[in-house]
């Protein structure tokens, strides 16, 4: 990746993490935590990765993508204002009664969302079943999901894990954001699901680890999934909670917690200053 296009997907990370923070202030309630640790996945897969088309938002051919871990919509909502399915003034309505985004991600009323998410687990079977229904269709298209490490307690996602390597899909690429911390705590506490590489390749998955704030690094990954044949993927990206914001970095309360006036106001400054840096740049 050159110099120029690491920079505006850094600014582009920037902005969306000022969604994120503009959408769970004003809802009062949503998922900060996590959707800032992911930010930079939500960046590289919107701006680089997918095939897709704003402006055809349902073109059969598209590349999918589903939020398994779907209560980090706020990111993931930020990531599409960005990319242009709706105005970035949407955010600013998230959860409210009427508003078209949800708290969770709703395929009927959102364009860009593929699957509505939010019952952990869920998320990575119904991208398993589009990518069965892709080769069976003998389509060319991609699926993407994203998941926590939290969520890969559930017993589903290794239901999913075995389905998709029985059925040898090599077009489904799932993503583990690896912050270490879920609402009850510490990950490696609540029910540590370590070592996951290990786990998932004892699946028949094709395994990569790699800082998920890293754009070269989340690069070469994605390009290496799609040279993998007859298995899928999946990329540990090792994150950290609260990605941006200094009092919500590593902070395992701020999973599912709104900033108040003054806590806003901080994070703003703080997210804003660090755009301004980059666009100086």
Known sequence: MNSCDKQQLKITAAKVRLGIIEGVYNAKSGHPGGSLSAADIFTYLYFKELHIDPQNPKDPDRDRFVLSK??????????????????????????????MLQGHPDMKGIPGIDMSSGSLGQ????????ALAGKIDNKDYRVYSLLGDGEIEEGQVWEAAM??????????????????????????????PEPIDKKFEAFGFDVQTIDGHDFDAIEAAFAHAKTVK???SVIIAKTVKGKGVSYMENQVGWHGTAPNKEQYETAMQELTAALHELEGC
């Open 70 to 99: 779907g209560h980090c919509a706020p990111g993931l909502y930020a990531a599409l204002a960005q990319r242009g399915y709706f105005s970035v003034d949407e955010l600013k309505k998230l959860r409210h009664i009427g508003a």
């Open 230 to 232: 007859g298995k899928p």
């Open 163 to 192: 389905f998709a390597s029985h059925n040898n899909l090599d077009n489904l690429c799932l993503i583990v954001d690896f912050n270490g911390l879920q609402i009850d705590g510490p990950v490696s506490e609540v029910a540590g």
């Open 123 to 130: 998320g990575v079977s119904a991208a398993a079943g589009m």
